[in-house]
């Protein structure tokens, strides 16, 4: 319900802070004292259009806030969830500021949104029931919801919802099916030739890393094994004699030295037996640089053998545009649009039979909810029916039309079209509750409408502006009764001229016009039972109240204690 409305410098209003409680609260005062600035400001806070108007003269800037606490699992929690907005204590706070040239901000919980979002956060707060604007009830699209709340509909309407998301998903997954063999049967030459053509590959997971860092390694063998063919080399002869080798500059040294005489060479032994000692070793070395070489050397098969297949799995990759990591995944993919293309026609006539069985399921749960629709809808028109006549609109005829839709309109509401129609006057078509009814039958006809429909209203906000304009006596009273019986389960808040009304209120307002420093102010008192006596008996006798209007009053409120 609304719990507070805090008012700065609107049109007339400098500063005003309310409090309302539940059930009946009634707004009263003479005419021009600034209720509809009252309305108007309620409205900023719910998403209406700003204007710079509003803002009072001599200030940079008008502001409404409006304080809520919806009962829990209100669906305005889900709204604000949704949005990503918080509400803190159950507590739902609307804040609108306007400025001076006309822009305006908007706040939920002290978060900035968007005015179209605050209107959609209002709306599910507050509706307004008003000589002109109407909203709630004159919308077609709340007639379903608010016809299945009347008759206790909502199992129904809950199996309906749930068989049409069942159909829906089963036609979704036809037409995926439908859609995957299509497109495979336009690429079956390709799929075939592809699907052949890895599968002769046969790529494996992981399987570019492996051969990498194989290839890696055997590339450095490579290198290992040149590097020992290069050393053996320089100890080999570099001519057919065997000259330009280690061992041939060793053996001619030895020769050499073996030419001295005698005396000579007797000096010369420890050279030639470093000499020998050299060519063995020398010796040695070339025949452990030969067993290196044939020991250390890569098989060159092997490396052609990787590279080949490393260059083979590129290429695929390159062909099919995708990496060489996903060629497994892609030859499974191809396998499966192959396997759906030679075993279509089996899996979608179970698709078909199971879509067929969900639509009959819909259809079987939309036809129950019609059936108990049109029940619904005849006892509602006879309980609104029985409100007209005290509503002074004994010659309006409250129609509620169920008409098939088509198929293609089908939803999760069911398969009708629910419309609430009117005729005010013998013989005339119904129409749609806006267009038909004047703005003053078409107030009473909502207030008679929300009496019977109350239980199943998810708004716990109503406010009536002017219900009762152009009646007055037992009309009146009969307008009062039906408010209060309303406020029963909903918060009403109403503005009025009429003191029956004002008389069932349980919180009385006051609006009235004083002058401020020279300047036009409108003020708003809550008013204690004398007082309120006092506001009942000047709404009976005028300007001038006399005891006998206070008699009156004090009649009218004891009727309604």
């Known amino acids: 319900m609304l719990a507070s409305l805090a008012i700065r410098d609107v049109v007339l209003i400098e500063r005003l802070d309310l409090c309302f409680g539940a059930g009946l609260s009634v707004l009263t005062g003479e005419t021009g004292a600034g209720k509809s600035i009252l309305l108007d400001s309620l409205g900023l806070a719910l998403g209406q259009r700003a204007e710079a108007g509003m803002v009072r003269a001599g200030q940079n800037q008008a502001s409404v806030t409006a304080a809520f606490q919806p009962a829990e699992g209100h669906p305005v929690f889900a709204l604000m969830q949704e949005q990503g907005l918080a509400a803190e ?23 900035p949104v968007g005015v179209g979002l605050l209107r959609r956060v209002g709306a599910t707060l507050v509706e307004v029931q008003g000589q002109h604007d109407q909203v ?5 699209a709340t007639h379903p919801s608010l016809l299945d709340a009347f008759g206790g509909l909502e199992p129904r309407r809950s199996a309906v919802a749930a068989t049409w998301k069942a159909w829906r998903d089963a036609a979704r997954r036809l037409a995926e099916a439908r859609e995957a063999i299509a497109a495979a049967q336009r690429d079956e030459e390709w799929l075939r030739h592809a699907v052949g053509e890895l599968s002769d590959l ?14 890696q390694g055997l590339q450095q063998g490579e290198r290992i094994r040149e590097a020992i063919a290069a050393a053996a080399s320089e100890l080999r002869p570099r001519d057919r004699r065997g000259g330009g080798s280690a061992a041939h500059a060793l053996r001619g040294a030895v020769r ?7 005396q000579a060479g007797e000096a010369a032994q420890p050279a030639l037996a470093a000499l020998a000692q050299a060519e063995e070793s020398l010796a040695e070395a070339e025949t452990l640089l030969e067993r290196l070489g044939n020991e250390s050397g890569p098989d060159p098969r ?23 990591v996903e060629l497994p995944g892609l030859l499974v993919e191809l396998r499966e649009r192959l396997a759906a293309l030679d075993a279509g026609t089996g899996r979608l006539a179970a698709l078909e039979s199971a879509t067929r069985e969900a639509r009959d399921a819909y259809l079987a749960a939309g036809h129950a909810l019609t059936e108990s629709r049109q029940t619904a809808a005849a006892r509602l028109e006879k309980a609104v029916g029985k409100e007209l006549p005290p509503l002074k609109l004994d010659r309006t005829r409250f129609v509620i039309e169920l008409a098939p839709r088509e198929e293609a309109a089908w939803g999760a509401d069911g398969m009708d079209r ?21 703005g003053g039958e078409l107030s009473r006809l909502m207030l008679a409408l929300k009496v019977v429909l109350a239980r199943g209203s998810p708004v716990p906000t109503l406010i009536f502006d002017e219900v009762d304009s152009g009646i007055g006596g037992a009309t009146a009273a009969a307008v009062g009764d039906r408010l209060a019986r309303v406020a029963e389960r909903l918060q009403v808040l109403v503005v009025t001229h009429s003191p029956q009304v004002a008389a069932r209120g349980g919180n009385h307002f006051r609006v009235s016009k004083t002058t401020r420093a020279e300047r036009a102010a409108t003020v708003v008192e809550a008013l204690p039972e004398p007082q309120r006596r006092e506001e009942i008996a000047r709404m009976l006798a005028g300007e001038r109240v006399t005891e006998a209007a206070r008699a009156a009053a004090d009649s009218l409120l004891a009727g309604n204690g």
């Open 256 to 262: 050499a030295l073996e030419r001295l005489p005698a």
């Open 302 to 324: 092997r490396m052609e053998q990787v590279e080949e297949r490393l260059f083979a799995l590129r290429a695929a990759a390159r062909k099919h545009s995708v990496a060489v």
């Open 202 to 215: 046969d790529p494996v997971e992981g399987e570019e890393a492996e051969l990498a860092q194989e290839r």
């Open 418 to 438: 629910v419309t609430f129609l009117v005729a005010t006057n013998p013989g005339q078509t119904p129409g749609q509750l806006a267009k038909i009814a004047s």
């Open 136 to 140: 709630g009830l004159a919308d077609p």
């Open 89 to 111: 204590e159950a507590e739902v706070v609307l804040r609108r500021v306007v400025t001076a040239d006309g822009r305006s901000r908007a706040f939920v919980n002290d978060q």
